[in-house]
Structure formats: C-alpha cells, structure tokens
C-alpha cells in the first residue's frame, strides 16, 4: 500500500484548513492509500522551535515523511506566506528529505490574492529539500468551507472539484513515478 504524508501547518485544531484536509484525507483513503497525518498544532511546540532531534515526536514526524512516496502540505497564508508553524516542520526535514518524493500544496486564504504564496513563499523551499515533483495544488479562499454546527465542514462543489482534480493528478503521478526505478527518481528525464 502506498504511503502518503499529510502535513498540516495550521496552529490551531478548528481551522478551515482541516475542511481540506479532511476531504482529502477520506478520499485517498477510499483510493486505499496509508495516510499517515503530521499536524503542527500536535507536535510538542517547544520542540519544534528548538528542533530537538532526540524528540520521540519530532522523529516519528521524520520517519513518516521518510517512508512515504508523496507529501502534501496543507497550511493557511498567513502575511503572503505559508504559516510558521508549517516552516517549523519543514525545518526538521533532512536536507534531501523531499527528494523522490511527488508534493502537493494545499493553501487556504482570505483572499485569492494569497494565491502566489505556493509560488513564491513554498516552492522554493520545497525544492531546498530536494523536491523536484512539485504538482500544482490547490489554493482555497476561506468562505469556500463552511464550518457546520454539529461538526466537520462543507465545501463549496467548485473547491471538491478543483481537489479531485489535484487528486487525480496526485495518484496519476504516484503510479508514474512508481514505474521509475529508485536510483532515476527526482532526476530529469
């Protein structure tokens, strides 16, 4: 069964983000992928902002980024970049930590004028780690989530579909890039 990291840079539990993440999440498990969910607002903070690598969290966190063929990454924009709390994650990545691995972004925002923050604020990142099938994701204004008063959230049926799409993709390239022997993947063909 294939592996999928999700890592979520929100801070808080009841962030909109968790809508995303959510829908996400339950389809990839109905494709019969493994999630394994890496949540900021979980990890030991202190740890995070030290990067203490002897952190029994802080390691699983790297174990389970390490034995996946995919990464997504979910966070708010926060100030036209992805949050803290997502780059204190990242942070604890080895160096290569993202080579070989296909990475889908996922934002949400006030406003699409956030869009470019996947562009210009993650991407280069991701590449510092060794990323280099970087997919195009999928960027989320907040009033397309509604929080629902007995739990969990609703989508607006543009966003399901934009996130199916990304989905789509995602599973398209993970049985690609599978075909690919180990030694070639994150090298240009």
Known sequence: ?????????????????????????????????????????????EDLLRADFNSPAI?????????AAAVIMASPVYKASYSGALKTILD???????QGK????????????????????LKPVISALGGTH??????????WITRLELGGYDLTEQLRERLDDALNELQSELAR????????????V
Not at 23 to 44: K, T
Not at 59 to 65: E, G, L
Not at 102 to 121: E, K, Q, R, S, W
Not at 134 to 143: E, H, R, S, T, W
């Open 59 to 67: 390691k699983q966190a790297i174990t389970v980024v390490e034995g």
């Open 92 to 98: 604890i990545l080895p160096q290569k930590g993202l």
């Open 177 to 188: 890039y599978s075909a690919v022997p180990a030694e070639r993947q994150g090298q240009a």
């Open 1 to 45: 069964m294939t592996k999928i990291a999700f890592i979520a840079g929100s801070p808080t539990q009841g962030s909109r983000l968790f809508g995303l993440t959510q829908y996400v999440e339950d389809r990839l498990v109905i494709a019969g992928y493994e999630i394994e969910f890496i949540s900021a607002a979980d990890l030991p903070a």
């Open 102 to 121: 296909v990475v889908l972004p996922l934002f949400i925002g006030g406003t699409i004028a956030h869009l470019l923050a996947v562009d210009y604020a």
């Open 134 to 143: 970087i997919l195009n994701g999928v960027f989320a204004v907040d009033q």
